[in-house]
């Protein structure tokens, strides 16, 4: 099940944009692995928020400068092919910009880093068991089976 991880600085994102983002970002990832959007997997990828001072970021070794924001992906390992990933970052980008005010391709665009990490198979457990991507592409199934997972 992937993982979000969003860290950026407080009170740079009101609350209704940083609900709204959150979504995006869940509606993001579950496109780019060809998974159905439904309520388990909605329960199965979580976002974790990481508002942080603006400053205990520091720019360069300079100060805190504008707010800045990353966005981390976890996913399993193959579950992502190259334009895929390529799709996921645009759309990640497009979300965190349109939420935080920012030009997509203007002097801030690289106020807004995406980093994708991918866990290999066997590495990735919960509930105390090791879970495998063929698995988890099964319980996509049979959440909703009109659905096939890539």
Same mark, same amino acid.
């Given at each position: 099940?992937?993982?979000?991880?969003?860290?950026?600085?407080?009170? $740079?994102?009101?609350g209704?944009?940083?609900?709204?983002? =959150?979504?995006?970002?869940?509606?993001?990832?579950?496109? =780019?692995?060809?998974?159905?959007?439904?309520?388990?997997?909605?329960?199965?990828?979580?976002? +974790?928020?990481?508002?942080?001072?603006? %400053?205990?970021? $520091?720019?360069?070794?300079?100060?805190?400068?504008?707010?800045?924001?990353?966005?981390?992906?976890?996913?399993?390992? %193959?579950?992502?092919?190259?334009?895929?990933?390529?799709?996921? =970052?645009?759309?990640?980008?497009?979300?965190?910009?349109?939420?935080?005010? *920012?030009?997509?391709?203007?002097?801030?665009?690289?106020h807004?880093?995406?980093? *994708?990490?991918? *866990?290999?198979?066997?590495n990735?457990? %919960?509930?105390?068991?090791? *879970? +495998? +991507?063929?698995?988890?592409?099964?319980?996509? =199934?049979?959440?909703?089976?009109?659905?096939?997972?890539?």
């Amino acid at each position: 099940m992937p993982m979000i991880d969003l860290t950026f600085v407080r009170d $740079s994102l009101d609350g209704r944009a940083l609900n709204r983002l =959150a979504d995006e970002l869940v509606t993001a990832l579950l496109r =780019a692995e060809r998974a159905p959007d439904t309520p388990f997997l909605r329960d199965n990828t979580w976002v +974790y928020l990481h508002p942080t001072e603006a %400053g205990r970021l $520091s720019v360069g070794g300079r100060g805190p400068g504008a707010p800045r924001f990353r966005v981390d992906l976890t996913v399993f390992e %193959g579950a992502l092919d190259r334009q895929r990933k390529e799709q996921l =970052a645009a759309d990640v980008h497009t979300a965190v910009c349109a939420a935080a005010g *920012i030009e997509p391709q203007g002097p801030r665009a690289f106020h807004v880093w995406t980093l *994708i990490h991918e *866990i290999p198979e066997g590495n990735w457990a %919960g509930g105390g068991r090791v *879970i +495998y +991507y063929q698995q988890v592409k099964g319980l996509v =199934a049979e959440d909703n089976p009109g659905e096939r997972p890539g």
